[in-house]
């Protein structure tokens, strides 16, 4: 099972570089990594998703080591407005019954 | 705006009775899914269907059921309410890649009294 592990809560400041890693040891080898990004009382928001190596698209980074046993997420240069709560998500087009998603991690930025 | 509507915004009703939550994907997606998000449980999958096929079922209640309907939209049954069934309801859709990318609606609120 490709059960993820990230950690509960990060503080960052405006202007800031954040990096938020997720542990998914057990992942597939048909697993994709997906990121989303969800506000109070809203529905999560698509981010950004990969399968190896590195994705950049116009709001975020993700990097994916070889071993593909854990991703980040890289929001460059953060605003107030980034403070939310960041899943990230693994499965495939083979395991869907095993989509879960983690517990999220609560991304506070500070002015 | 995602593109997927979920109707009601809010249910607020007893323990016992039985209520539906609709959904409405993104025009072209044939992938719906189901969420449950609770204080105390973070975001839970329940079930999916593409194309009105059951793809995949997640933590989902044996007094919990859903379909979905020729023109795609769906529909999440939840009978015998009880007090811990009080959650927002989430509704994804998406394309028709294995594991694309999910747009969520904005979620209906349930509150079991």
């Known amino acids: 099972l490709a059960k993820t592990t990230q950690p509960i809560s990060m503080d960052s400041y405006e202007g800031q570089e954040v990096n938020i890693t997720c542990s998914h040891n057990?992942?597939?080898?048909?697993?994709?990594i997906t990121w989303y990004q969800q506000f109070p009382s809203q529905g999560p928001r698509f981010i950004i998703q990969?399968?190896?190596t590195k994705v950049t698209n116009e709001v975020a980074s993700l990097f994916i080591p070889a071993d593909r046993k854990s991703s980040t997420l890289s929001l460059p240069r953060v605003s107030l407005s980034d403070t939310a709560v960041y899943y990230c998500?693994?499965?495939?087009?083979?395991?869907?019954?095993?989509?879960?998603f983690g517990a999220g991690t609560r991304l506070t930025v500070k002015p | 705006d995602s593109g997927v509507t979920q109707t009601p915004k809010h249910l607020i009703t007893a323990t016992g009775q039985r209520v539906t939550l609709r959904c409405s994907p993104r025009?072209?997606?044939?992938?719906v899914y189901w969420y449950q998000q609770s204080l105390d449980q973070g975001l839970q999958f329940l079930i999916q269907?593409?194309?009105?096929?059951?793809?995949a079922k997640g933590n989902i209640l044996e007094r919990f059921s859903a379909q979905q309907f020729p023109d795609l939209h769906s529909e999440l049954n939840l009978s015998s309410l009880e007090l811990g069934d009080s959650a927002l309801y989430f509704c994804?859709?998406?394309?028709?890649?294995?594991?694309?990318?999910?747009?969520f609606g904005p979620g209906t609120r349930l509150t079991v009294t």
């Open positions: 994804a859709s998406s394309g028709p890649r294995g594991f694309s990318e999910q747009y």
């Open positions: 057990n992942i597939a080898t048909n697993d994709y």
């Open positions: 990969g399968y190896k």
């Open positions: 998500l693994v499965g495939g087009v083979y395991n869907n019954n095993d989509m879960r």
């Open positions: 025009s072209g997606d044939l992938s």
């Open positions: 269907y593409y194309n009105g096929e059951e793809r």
